[in-house]
């Protein structure tokens, strides 16, 4: 397998990197520190799912969430959609308070 470069023509899809083909597919060639950055981000953003998604199920399993909506629950773990500014008087609880308010242990 041979990696041919192609000139680096800004694209929607890979920005101003270097795009490369490998065994029919497409990669972009990007800096090391972009790479480890991305990567970084990756993995917190896959450790706060996992902790959403622990503390819905912990939700779920006291019932607390049974007549909430999904905005309120969203609300309640602090993921509410990509909205760009809290409205005035608006609050998020965090996690730790989360599990305060329903006895969670750490």
């Given at each position: 397998?041979?990696?041919?470069?192609?000139?680096?023509?800004?694209?929607?899809?890979?920005?101003?990197?270097?795009?490369?083909?490998?065994?029919?597919?497409?990669?972009?060639?990007?800096?090391?520190?972009?790479?480890?950055?991305?990567?970084?981000?990756?993995?917190?953003?896959?450790?706060?799912?996992?902790?959403?998604?622990?503390?819905l199920d912990?939700?779920?399993?006291?019932?607390?969430?049974?007549?909430?909506?999904d905005e309120?629950?969203?609300?309640?773990?602090?993921?509410?959609?990509?909205?760009?500014?809290?409205?005035?008087?608006?609050?998020?609880?965090?996690?730790?308070?989360?599990?305060?308010?329903?006895?969670?242990?750490?």
């Amino acid at each position: 397998m041979s990696a041919e470069p192609t000139p680096p023509v800004p694209s929607a899809d890979t920005g101003p990197y270097e795009t490369i083909h490998l065994g029919g597919q497409a990669a972009a060639v990007v800096p090391m520190a972009d790479f480890a950055r991305w990567r970084a981000l990756k993995h917190r953003a896959e450790e706060a799912e996992a902790t959403v998604g622990e503390l819905l199920d912990a939700l779920e399993d006291t019932g607390v969430t049974g007549g909430l909506s999904d905005e309120q629950v969203q609300r309640l773990l602090g993921v509410l959609g990509a909205r760009p500014a809290r409205r005035p008087g608006e609050t998020y609880l965090t996690t730790e308070e989360v599990r305060q308010q329903l006895g969670l242990p750490r």
